[in-house]
């Protein structure tokens, strides 16, 4: 095998170290996010807002509901007074003259609009005034006779007898004076008010009595079906319901205001559960993290220290970042030495054109790698094979070190055990390779960063 051959499988050879290391900082910076991301979890734990009813709820209900039963009482009881007045004063069953009384009320008002009419003249309207007042006398003469006639009839007239028979009714109402009064002493309430509240709830209320203790009289009947209107005693009664209502719902509330916050404790509970869990397994995340930190940059150092003394004669730690830039101006013949090699290294960095290269050269070696891993040889083979003993070897020294760090915390050091046993582990010339092929694109600058993040973690620790 010739010089450069053997150079160019040992750069890649220190390559493939620094992969090794760049996948073991990859496992690292996915555990720190996976902490990252408990903690947050953590701390968006919030306990849960109570969304039950509450007493304030309940009583407002309730004062509602007292509200709208006293309008609706006195609506009723005003309508019912209303009607009372109506029934009382109706023109219709006045006995006396009705006809004569419409006739001279008729012929007045024909007069007075004659009168009015300044249109015509003075002698018309005075001729039209005297010939109306003539003829008023023979006509009424005739009504009245008309209404002597017709008086039995209009005395004994069906429609009559029922609404004096209603008014009646409802004054013999041994609860009628109390309604009267009440109706009376609610003057604030509009009618307009009382007759939406009608409206929308004698339906509902209706039901209620008929589904009570309350039997209905054929006066209710008659009142609900012709007027819209309900007795005075209904009226008491419902007052009565609506109490009781009242009680019962605000004892179902207030059951249901303790329910609801059972409910709401037994979530608090649940949640301070969670949150206890959570922070648990977050703390334990963090102690694994510790331990795998150092772990991890304990690795580091020692594959770190076997590159220095495997790697160093050939090309410089302070060169190790321009890698790939060294090994393609080597293996494509454009520098026939690394120290050539080197040369034109310098020369891009005084160009200010260095990362640019390396990222091209990174990209061109990768694709080399991709293809010509098998083609390494047996030297190559034989390179990975002495690193991995190397890195062997010296476990010991790293494990002796971990043990003298004074500022580890004693969680952590009742687990050294443990971590030697994962620094015993040995990386294998295949690991070697597969490393290779895994960071094929991934700069040697990136992994040398990589590599010094490491190292200087365990230098703080």
């Known amino acids: 095998m010739d010089k450069k051959q053997e150079e160019l499988q040992k750069m890649y050879a220190l390559r493939a170290g620094l992969s090794i290391i760049s996948q073991k900082c990859d496992k690292l910076e996915n555990d720190n996010r996976c902490v ?35 309008t609706m009482a006195v609506s009723y009881s005003k309508k019912l007074v209303g009607l009372c007045k109506n029934l009382k004063e109706d023109k219709g ?19 007075s609009d004659c009168a009015d009419d300044v249109d015509q003249g003075v002698i018309m309207v005075l001729g039209s005034c005297l010939m ?32 004096k028979r209603l008014l009646k009714a409802i004054r013999r109402d041994k ?27 004698l339906t509902e209320l209706v039901d209620i009595l008929k589904n009570s203790d309350y039997k209905f009289k054929k006066l209710d009947n008659i009142l609900i079906k012709h007027y819209n209107m309900l007795t005075p005693s209904a009226i008491v009664h419902l007052q009565h319901l609506s109490k009781m209502a009242e009680e019962e ?10 329910q609801h916050r059972k409910e709401y404790q037994q979530q608090c509970a649940n949640f301070e559960k969670l949150q206890k869990e959570k922070r648990l397994q977050f703390e334990k995340k963090v102690e694994n993290n510790q331990q795998l ?32 830039l060294v090994i393609y101006y080597y293996e494509t013949g454009r520098a026939d030495s690394i120290k050539e090699a080197l040369q034109l290294v310098d020369l891009e960095r005084r160009n200010n054109n260095l990362m640019n290269c390396i990222q091209q050269a990174s990209n061109e070696i990768s694709s080399s790698i991709k293809t010509g891993i098998s083609k390494l040889g047996s030297a190559m083979i034989q390179g990975f094979e002495s690193l991995s003993a190397q890195i062997d070897a010296q476990r010991v020294q790293i494990i002796d070190a971990l043990n003298g760090l004074k500022s580890l915390n004693s969680k952590v050091n009742k687990n050294l055990v443990e971590i030697s046993t994962e620094l015993n582990k040995s990386i294998s010339q295949q690991q070697l390779s597969n490393a290779l092929l895994a960071k094929a694109n991934v700069s040697s600058k990136q992994m040398v960063e990589q590599m010094k993040t490491l190292n200087n973690k365990i230098k703080s620790a």
């Open 175 to 201: 609860n009628f004076k109390e309604i009267q009064r009440y109706g009376y002493a609610n003057c604030k309430y509009s009618e307009y008010a009382a007759d939406i509240v009608c409206g929308e709830a």
């Open 36 to 70: 990252q991301k408990m903690k947050t979890e953590v701390m968006q734990l919030k306990k849960p807002d109570y969304m039950g009813k509450t007493m304030y709820d309940v009583d407002k209900y309730v004062d509602d509901l007292k509200n709208y039963a006293n």
């Open 93 to 111: 069953n006045r006995l006396v003259f009705p006809f004569v009384r419409s006739v001279a009320v008729s012929w007045h008002e024909i007069i």
């Open 249 to 258: 719902n605000k004892k179902i509330g207030y059951e249901e205001v303790e």
């Open 293 to 324: 930190t150092l772990l991890i940059s304990a690795e580091s150092q020692v594959i770190t220290n076997i590159l220095k003394s495997s790697y160093s004669k050939i090309l410089d730690i302070r060169d190790w970042e321009n890698l790939d």
């Open 132 to 163: 109306g007042y003539l003829l008023l006398v023979p006509i009424l003469v005739f009504v009245m006779v008309f209404d002597f006639i017709a008086f039995p009839f209009r005395l004994f007239r069906p429609s009559r007898i029922k609404r």
